[in-house]
């Protein structure tokens, strides 16, 4: 059989298609093509279907090792078992700042984690997410502030991350319930029809109150604006940081703002952001927690990491901060610390009684939407009662159940109070800006029957208001087998395989033909 002519030829194209089907092996296998995964389609009516509270167990080769270095950022191989299906081959790291710290000296493994999708395999995706946030609700007794804060914007027409509740494992291990957060990342941008080579994604971000944080112009140098340039999020050119500072510089002039800004959309963040008592964030004394986008010369705001929404408020720095405070939450002056004239993708707003109308007929449908259809109530129930039976049993859980159902109820209580105020704002009975509701607090609604406390740990302001975003996001650990290294082991073993067959069929050719 082995004696015919042509078994040189035969042997050799053998060795060839071998070598050819070798490393396409490798790639199916280290893409998870092998392994029967399939994760195309849409993760918006997956894992954020906000009916039902989903499930993700994390199996890790070493768990105990990934829990102790948490702290340290550094992503680890992970496979995710996310409502049934398998997952191979994800990063993941902990999420957060101080946050970590806090944790960790609390002696708690309830840390919040960052997932990365494509992290070893550049185009993997979880049906088209490529990032996802795992967040512990330290400061959230409630587990839904940041929930409730995205379906608000969602339902005014703000593109804002999908959030939904996970009950969290390690594997197997219950590790407790979770806010799981869609990452304002490739996938968000391309769910909401925001990618384009036009198209710039940010993230400013500053320690202090600087001016580029602010989006103050400064001047035309790229280099006097490091804390919005070093902190993009997309690709970026010379081209890109001159047109942006050429925008900012038309913000500070204020002549033409519908060129610069998306007005409609900007009004309508502003009016939910408000409403949402946020300090930590633009509008806050520290300049964090929010994303810009740019679309060929106009601006738009994305919402960021609501924990710490509600909370007691200074509506001046050198004041203690009170529940009135919040609850009476200026809309016409919806800023701590620096003025609005220092914050001019807002001031505009107030600087023209032209937006200014506008934004209280947006805040206006705002109350309607979400207060006088009985929806927030509603909804806040309907969650409540979807999750408390995975809260009466988390074993990791910062608070009680008991102080879990007692923040549901400060959470109702306070929405109520905050939507008589705004609605009395707009009707001119309460004053709207900060100023006059110090002349005249007997306009005020009357706070006194909550306690904040319920909504967040007061102590645990600090803790909860970083929002994990990392350097390390673009590193892995030393230890870690990257997709390069798998797909060179594979393919070094197909050609050892080829070889070796190879030299089998000669062999026997050899010893048949004697």
């Not at 009016?271 to 986008?293: D, E, M, W």
Request: proline content about 4%; charged content about 25%; overall charge negative.
């Amino acid at each position: 059989m082995l004696k015919h002519p042509k078994i040189n030829r035969i042997c050799m194209i053998t060795l060839v298609i071998m070598l050819i089907l070798t490393p396409v092996y490798a790639w199916l296998a280290t893409n998870g093509a092998l392994e029967g995964e399939d994760h195309s389609g849409d993760y918006a009516e997956k894992l954020f279907d906000p009916s039902k509270v989903h499930t993700i167990d994390i199996v890790l080769d070493d768990p105990e090792g990934f829990l102790k270095t948490c702290p340290e950022k550094n992503y680890h191989v992970c496979s995710l078992v996310i409502d049934g299906e398998k997952y191979s081959k994800a990063g993941i790291r902990g999420k957060g700042h101080s946050s970590l710290r806090a944790v960790e000296a609390s002696g708690s493994r309830r840390y919040s984690f960052k997932i990365e999708f494509d992290h070893y395999q550049n185009g993997k995706s979880y049906y088209g997410l490529d990032k996802l946030c795992l967040n512990n609700s330290l400061a959230d007794l409630t587990y839904m502030k940041e929930y409730l804060a995205y379906a608000m914007m969602n339902r005014m027409g703000v593109p804002a991350p999908l959030c939904s509740f996970v009950r969290v494992s390690i594997n197997g291990e219950y590790q407790g319930l979770y806010n799981a957060v869609e990452a304002v990342e490739e996938g968000f941008l391309s769910r909401n029809h925001l990618t384009g080579p036009a198209r710039k994604l940010y993230k400013p971000r500053s320690t202090d109150v600087s001016a580029d944080a602010l989006l103050q112009y400064i001047d035309d140098d790229p280099a006097s604006y490091p804390n919005i340039f070093d902190s993009a999020k997309t690709e970026i050119t010379e081209e890109d940081k001159a047109r942006l500072i050429g925008i900012l510089k038309n913000l500070r002039e204020g002549t033409d703002i519908e060129s610069a800004v998306d007005t409609e959309e900007v009004i309508r963040y502003f009016a939910v952001h408000s409403f949402l008592v946020n300090v930590y964030s633009y509008t806050g004394p520290k300049v964090r927690n929010y994303y810009l986008y740019e679309d060929s010369g106009m601006l738009r705001m994305i919402p960021w990491n609501y924990n710490l929404a509600c909370m007691e408020l200074k509506t001046d720095l050198s004041e203690a901060a009170t529940v009135s405070a919040s609850v009476n939450y200026a809309i016409d002056t919806p800023v701590t610390g620096p003025g609005i004239l220092a914050r001019p993708i807002l001031a505009w707003i107030f600087s023209d009684e032209t937006y200014t109308v506008r934004y209280h007929e947006v805040y206006r449908e705002f109350m309607e939407s979400v207060y006088d259809s009985g929806w927030l109530q509603e909804e806040i129930g309907t969650v409540a009662e979807m999750i408390s039976s995975y809260l009466e049993n988390d074993p990791t859980a910062f608070y009680s159940y008991e102080e879990f159902q007692k923040g549901v109820e400060t959470l109702k209580e306070f929405f109520s109070l905050r939507c008589q105020s705004v609605k009395g704002q707009l009707d001119g009975a309460i004053p709207s800006t900060a100023e006059g509701q110090k002349q005249n607090r007997s306009a005020l609604v009357d706070a006194s029957s909550i306690d904040l406390k319920y909504l967040g740990r007061p102590q645990d302001k600090d803790k909860g208001s970083d929002d994990g975003s990392s350097a390390s996001d673009q590193t892995g650990t030393g230890s870690e087998m990257t997709e390069e290294d798998d797909a060179q082991a594979l393919t070094w073993f197909g050609i050892s395989a080829a070889v070796l067959a190879v030299a089998l069929i000669f062999a026997m050719r050899k010893r048949i033909c004697r």
